[in-house]
């Protein structure tokens, strides 16, 4: 990380969040892409503003342009490997997950590779799980 940046770090953080709600999609990606870049760089520097930023990702998630969405999905892998407290996403996962799962793609053969292993299972049969 360039030094400078290291120094400018509130100033950067404040450009950023005024850079959040710009109307052009490919500012928003890119500030997706900064948040990513932070918290697997320095995850330390995003954690004050952690709240703050979960809540952005969720809603870029939800972005009717599918490149914002799909930059702001990269966050959560990213978030996942970062050596921050898990205590920092739990209120979030009641919101987080059904996001997650309603941006999650599947190649034309993983659909059929399911509905092949639904169908093969007698609907009269009991799952248990552990």
């Given amino acids: 990380m360039p030094p400078v940046l290291f120094m400018s770090m509130d100033t950067y953080l404040q450009g950023l969040f005024v850079l959040a ?5 490919e500012v928003r990606k890119l500030v997706c892409s900064a948040f990513v870049q932070l918290i ?3 995850p330390s520097f995003l954690e004050p503003h952690l709240c703050n930023v979960i809540e ?3 809603q870029v998630n939800n972005d009717p342009d599918e490149e914002v969405s799909l930059e702001g999905c990269e966050f959560w892998s ?3 490997e970062a050596p921050l407290p898990p205590d920092n996403l739990r209120s979030f996962l009641p919101r987080l997950i059904p996001v997650l799962l309603s941006n999650m793609a599947y190649a034309d053969h993983d659909e059929s590779l399911l509905d092949a292993e639904v169908n093969s299972f ?3 049969s009991t799952f248990f799980f552990k």
């Fill in 78 to 80: 990213v978030f996942c």
């Fill in 40 to 42: 697997e760089v320095r």
């Fill in 56 to 58: 952005y990702m969720l």
């Fill in 21 to 25: 709600i710009d109307p052009s999609s």
């Fill in 122 to 124: 007698p609907a009269s």
